[in-house]
């Protein structure tokens, strides 16, 4: 290619160039037999790759409306409920087994110290063990 404007020649055909330039480039390719030419296999090339479009579209797939996700979201939500309620039976159920913490009035016996005696011995570890006389 020895003209310096077949380079331009895809510009005008991809509709890149100013008009002015454009007018130019169109007149010059009347003249210029190199330039007619590379306008041409570009006119050509064009209408092969345009052959080879699809004819017919394929169709998109079809949408999901918002009830799929509206389904998917209970089951994880019922899982952490489950969890919630197993962890409030749990801590319900480990505070009944504990006895209750504070200044509860101690029971009275069911004898008097006159009935029965009892006797106690702690050891170093503050256990202790108590025995218990009664009289009769």
């Known amino acids: 290619m020895s003209c310096k404007q077949t380079e331009e020649v895809s510009a005008l055909m991809d ?3 100013a008009r002015e330039v454009a007018n130019k480039l169109r007149k010059h390719i009347g003249t210029c037999e190199e330039c007619a030419e590379a306008e041409m296999d570009f006119i050509l090339m064009r209408r092969q ?3 080879l479009a ?3 579209q ?10 799929g996700w509206r389904i998917s979201i209970p089951a994880p939500v ?3 409920a489950l969890l919630v309620v197993a962890g409030l039976v749990a801590v319900l159920l480990a505070n009944r087994a504990q006895p209750p913490v ?10 008097t110290i006159a009935d029965s005696a009892s006797l106690a011995r702690f050891d170093g570890g ?8 009664t009289r009769r």
Request: net charge neutral.
């Open 49 to 51: 790759i345009r052959g």
């Open 58 to 67: 394929i169709a998109a797939a079809p949408r999901h409306s918002w009830i």
């Open 102 to 111: 504070g200044n509860a009035a101690s029971p009275l016996p069911e004898k």
């Open 78 to 80: 019922f899982g952490i």
């Open 126 to 133: 503050g256990k202790a063990q108590i025995y218990k006389e």
């Open 15 to 17: 509709g890149e160039l």
């Open 54 to 56: 699809v004819d017919e």
